[in-house]
Each structure stands twice: as C-alpha cells, then as structure tokens.
C-alpha cells in the first residue's frame, strides 16, 4: 500500500473516532459522511471498487441524507461541551480487548495482493469463477456474473429483503405521514 | 404554479443541482447497463439514480418532487422489480431448468445468457434499489417543511 493508502487510514480511523465523540449530532453525521468517503476511497485502493461504488452511493450519500433528515425533525440540545465525556474505565477495557485482537489477528493476516494468501488458496471455487466467467455466462465482469449468474437465487433472496423492507417502511410510517 | 416548500432563495444549491444531476443520473444509467462488463452494476447504479432524485428533492423541495413522482409509481417500480426477478427465474424453470439458469433460454430461444443476466440486473435490482431509496427519502421526509428565515412556512 502506498503512503495515500496509509494516510486514508488514518483518515478513517481519526473519522471514526471522532464520530463517536462529537457531542452535536449534526457534527457526528458529516464526520460520519466524511469516513464513509474516506472508506470508499480506500476500497479502491484495496482494488475492491464494486464495494468502493457502493459504499459512496449508500454509505456516503443516502445514509448521510437520511439521518440529516431525521434530525431535522428532532431537537438539537444546545451544549457548550464540543465532545462527549469519555467513561476512563470503559476506554481501557475497550482499549485493552482492541490491543489483544489487533496482536493476534494481524500477525495472521496476508499482505494486500498476496498471490499465496488464503482467498486464493481454494481454487476449486475462486479459481473457477477466475477461470471459468466468460465461457460461462459472456460478461466480464466476475463479480456480476456471480451475483447475477453462479448465486443468482442468493440475490434474489436479497432483492427480496430490500423489497420488503421497504414495504414494511411505507407501511409503519404511512400510517403517520401519509395519512 | 408556486410551492411554498422551493428552496428559492438557495441560489447555490439550486445551480449546484442543476449542473450535477444529468451527470450523476447518466453516471447511475451508465453503470447499471454496463455493470456486466465494467466495475458496478445495477445495486451502485441503482442507488446513484436513487440519489439523484433525492438531488432534485433538496434543490426544488421535497413536496413537489413527492407529488410529481406519486407513492403508487415508486410501489410500483420496486413491486415490478421484484416480478421481473421472479419471471426470469420462472421462466427457466417453465423451460425445464432449474431457477435462474440461463442457459434454457440459450438452448430454447437462442438468447445469450448474458441478456438473461442483464434483464434482472437492469429490470430487476436497479429499479429495487432505486424504488427503495426514493420511497426510504420520502417517508422520511413527507410532511416536513424547513423553517425559513422569513419564518415562512412554520404553520404548515
């Protein structure tokens, strides 16, 4: 990764926290949206840029546009303190869980790329799709094709739960706002 | 005919929407009919087209929007998805293979599968995620009105 790639993460990582503590919760969600760009921006970095699109478009726009909604329906209590007080205690114990997953994952973890790492290790299924996409299904780009072709029902399992959550949605606030 | 809910005096974001949204609605278009090929897909493409109309929302106001693109057509558009999705599974099946597979349409109708593939992608999830984030917006929003500075709008 380059010294871009490095500094996306602490980008991020400086984003994240300050999410967290940002007393004003307009101030929450547009650091909020800025660590969902950052993340997209990442992703692409880590040559992931279906999930870098979709993270843009959900996590950076929607998102954004529907929390800034819902708080515009509410109260902004006033406070003079910029950020949240910090519960000392519960920080070190998060602190220390954190330090102990990070020491023991980490040495674990292959480089970005890694030709031997273990995504790459079952060729029976990674190397198929690899191999296989465009005898198969005439697109190029793999990851459609699995989508849409080798776990078709998969997504039309989801295609399903998006439907009908969005139904359950107009139907619990339709009562309200529509009526 | 005049809304009370036009963000009139925001000259900035008003200009800003103008000149942004053909490209993000072509950009969303664009991906979602050349996702088998290209990075993206219908979901991103989807949702950039999604996004656009929530554009068009913030710069002309959220009632209007609502009124020229009505409950029942954005229902619609999601429920219709979904019947494409489930048509094209079920017509694999009604030609003797098994749920979504395409190559029956190959060995029966001489079509490639690719085109199986693009009309879920492109008649199935891009008018799901698009119908959901739009109907998502609207119920989040319907019945709000800014307050403006002029205190118009405040006893709607």
Redesign the interface.
């Known amino acids: 990764m380059s010294a871009v790639a490095y500094t996306l993460v602490v980008f991020v990582l400086l984003t994240a926290v300050a999410t967290a503590l940002f007393r004003d919760v307009l101030s929450a969600i547009v650091v909020f949206g800025a660590y969902s760009l950052g993340m997209a921006i990442l992703y692409t970095f880590l040559l992931a840029?279906?999930v870098a699109?979709?993270e843009a478009?959900?996590g950076a726009?929607?998102t954004t546009?529907?929390l800034l909604?819902?708080i515009?329906?509410t109260s902004r209590p006033s406070s003079d303190r910029i950020f949240e007080r910090v519960n000392v205690p519960a920080l070190v114990v998060c602190g220390a869980f954190l330090v102990v997953m990070l020491a023991t994952v980490l040495p674990a973890t292959e480089a970005v790329g890694d030709p031997e790492a273990i995504a790459w290790a079952n060729p029976e299924v990674t190397g198929y799709y690899i191999e296989n996409t465009y005898e198969?299904?005439?697109?190029?780009?793999a990851?459609?094709?699995v989508?849409?072709?080798y776990r078709?029902?998969d997504?039309?399992g989801e295609?399903?739960v998006?439907?009908a959550?969005?139904?359950a949605?107009?139907l619990v606030?339709?009562r309200e706002?529509?009526a | 005919m005049s809304y009370q809910d036009t963000y009139s005096e925001s000259q900035v974001i008003l200009t800003a929407v103008k000149i942004i949204a053909p490209f993000t609605l072509t950009y969303g278009l664009f991906m979602t009919f050349h996702g088998a090929d290209t990075p993206g897909g219908s979901f991103q493409g989807g949702a950039i087209i999604g996004v656009t109309v929530l554009m068009l929302a913030f710069a002309f106001g959220i009632e209007p929007t609502r009124e020229w693109l009505r409950n029942a057509v954005l229902v619609g558009l999601v429920a219709g998805g979904v019947a494409v999705f489930i048509g094209v599974g079920l017509a694999a099946m009604a030609l003797g293979g098994n749920f979504l597979e395409y190559d029956r349409f190959f060995e029966v109708w001489g079509i490639r599968q690719k085109w199986g593939m693009e009309a879920i992608e492109i008649g199935g999830i891009a008018l799901i995620v698009a119908g959901v984030v739009i109907t998502l917006f609207f119920a989040t929003a319907a019945g709000f009105t800014p307050t403006r500075t002029d205190g118009r709008g405040e006893d709607e």
């Open positions: 840029p279906d699109m979709t478009a959900i726009g929607v546009i529907l909604l819902t515009a329906r198969d299904t005439g697109v190029q780009n990851v459609t094709a989508l849409a072709a078709g029902f997504t039309f295609a399903v998006v439907f959550a969005g139904v949605t107009l606030l339709g706002v529509f």
